[in-house]
């Protein structure tokens, strides 16, 4: 307990924009998120009052930042299982405990699992040995995707591959490097839908509306809410499927479910138990965003209202462009004289080719015409240009 | 600038709950907020990355936290007047500048130069010698309004004056101390409203829509937004005139205008420069916040959208109530069960009676029913009961 406000602490691993943003929900609640940075130029580092530093994969430096948190969360799923499972053994609370993030952080135990329970994963098989991949891919029908089971995100660890001769080369040299591997089938998706849940230790839990992701190479580059057109049924399924994945795997705190929407029903593509992008939009999107809600669940703090705050709202994430051209604040300038009602959230990171730097997120009730604007808003803080 | 994000640097002189939802929203707009607090339990100093220590009256303080700043603004008005013409001089960039804060720190500065602008004002005089008042109260009718020209607040340096002997006593006690004083006619007021701008250096300037505050005892308890039933050329009237004033006295910021609603129109009663109790409404409330456009408006950026996010909005006090009692924790957990959908925001204080710990604000459609869910959740983390 943070002796000074008489509230819990809450301390998180990673001190990027998620950890930042979490950070931002945290001050209404009165409380001041603790942060375990890698650096003091990492986005939650430059804002959060209560950082320490260390590397998420070493378990003294977890130990020490663990010591006075009343509860510790992740801001990615990059710590070892077994260090989050050994600090629980000292009795840290970690939410999500190291059982539910397993399926966040393996594939192959994530659709292992998923098809235990009967959730509609793609067909699939873990990857031995090249002759493993070049089979399915015969049977299933060519491209198929290769995935590493461990560590990938944004597009990396992903592999489209078009027939048996680069099967047998790419999975050859990836299992030499020691990459564990395995191969789903392409899905003829209509679309990628997203559902935001969170699940407090209590057990409520509490879903957000479901969203389209725009995707682009692999990475999210627009988010709308609600899913437009979407069927009622198809909605309820979504969030049911969720609500049931996050209760069976005991999740605590946000589980963000990407879904593939194809002819023959949903699909679960990624799992995520952490704040995620595809939930950005929340922040003034619904009326509790992703963060509060995060930050209540593993408090466990009753949930806060997920309801809509406006008919339409569309998330645009800010990838960085070429180095040069006019400077990010003078972006600002133009982009707030063009949109005075877009929402801009800076991530305070350097411009780099194709890094998420921010995101801006637009409200309206019409779909054309808030999407045009939250992609406006974007292309001048990634460009530097209005289009 | 800050070389790590190419942003410019803001300092908040003053490190209380003004500075740290500030820095809330700093976040968003890719900034940490420099802030000058005084104690490292300032609400503030419990959330910034950015926090330099010393007093708002210390010359050399304030020049060394303005070093490196691009532009420096305040938390409150207690800086005095000359430190910041010293600083300006020497090349700070300090919003609002001291001529026009001046407005907003002597109260018959303020009546002096609405009058030349014919600003509506109660009657009024300065009062130098005991006989002032007892003659401007036998003149106007008593009781009257006694006020010392600087440094009141939240109904302290305020004095209701019965009679004639009431009114000698008072100010021969007052004068001896040194208080300068002045003395206003008690308005026949219908109800108190409040319409805050915000002013950039470029001299564009936004207006959010009109509310009520609701006062108990010299503190304002509730804010409804927009303020129920008033007449559109009211409103209006009320913006134009926050706007002439932001303009003629030069406001760089937020400028909060308190206005007494009466038969004959409109009367101001106070300004603030800076953001406001009456405005905090607007972080969910309004498509922009108090917070960000004060920031905007300091940094030079176009104003946001100050549209109402909802019909109606709902602010309430949380002042401390009796120590003692459920903890601030567990009131929390009671108020979200009882109000999924109540916005919280707790300043980082230590509970003492009757000093404001935080804020809720609840939004909806209907007037009666979203002011009895605010009144609830207040009462919650007031009182640690339902009502």
């Known amino acids: ?99 539910a993030l397993l399926h966040a952080q393996d594939k192959q135990v994530m659709r292992e699992r998923l098809g235990e329970l009967g959730a509609p994963n793609p067909a699939w098989r873990p990857v031995a040995e090249p002759a493993d991949l070049v089979a399915f891919g015969d049977a299933q029908g060519w491209p198929v995707v290769l995935k590493a089971a461990r560590g990938g995100y944004d597009g990396r660890g992903v592999w489209l591959v078009d027939d048996a001769a680069q099967a047998a080369e790419l999975a050859t040299t990836l299992l030499a490097g020691g990459t564990r591997l395995i191969v789903e089938e392409r899905v003829a998706l209509r679309r990628e839908l997203a559902v935001q849940v969170a699940r407090s230790p209590f057990g409520q839990v509490a879903a957000y509306p479901v969203v389209e992701t725009v995707q682009v190479g692999g990475i999210c580059v627009e988010v709308l809410a609600p899913a437009p057109g979407l069927p009622e049924e198809l909605a309820v399924a979504a969030q049911q499927l969720a609500i049931d994945l996050a209760t069976a795997l005991g999740v605590v705190g946000l589980l963000a479910v990407e879904l593939f929407e194809t002819p023959a029903g949903l699909v679960v593509n990624e799992l995520a138990m952490r704040p995620h992008n595809s939930g950005h939009w929340t922040i003034e999107g619904a009326r509790t965003s992703q963060f509060e809600q995060h930050l209540r669940a593993v408090l466990d703090y009753p949930m806060g209202d997920t309801s809509l705050a406006a008919p339409v709202v569309v998330m645009a994430n800010v990838l960085g462009g070429q180095p040069g051209g006019i400077s990010i604040d003078e972006r600002l300038h133009h982009l707030f004289a063009a949109e005075p009602g877009a929402k801009v959230h800076l991530y305070g990171k350097q411009v780099r080719p194709g890094r998420k730097i921010g995101h801006v997120t637009v409200l309206g009730d019409d779909l054309a015409d808030v999407r045009a604007r939250a992609a406006r808003a974007a292309h001048w803080l990634t460009e530097g240009t209005p289009a």
Request: aromatic share 4%.
């Open 1 to 99: 307990m943070d002796t000074r406000t008489g509230l819990p602490v809450v301390g998180m691993v990673g001190g990027g924009q998620l950890a930042r943003m979490t950070h931002q929900a945290a001050i209404a609640l009165g409380q001041s998120l603790r942060v375990l940075a890698q650096a003091p130029d990492d986005g939650a580092a430059l804002v959060a009052a209560d950082v320490q530093y260390g590397d998420h994969t070493d378990l003294a430096a977890l130990r020490t930042f663990a010591k006075g948190c009343d509860v510790v969360t992740f801001d990615h799923e990059h710590v070892p299982t077994e260090h989050i499972r050994a600090l629980a053994a000292e009795g840290v609370k970690l939410f999500p405990p190291a059982d």
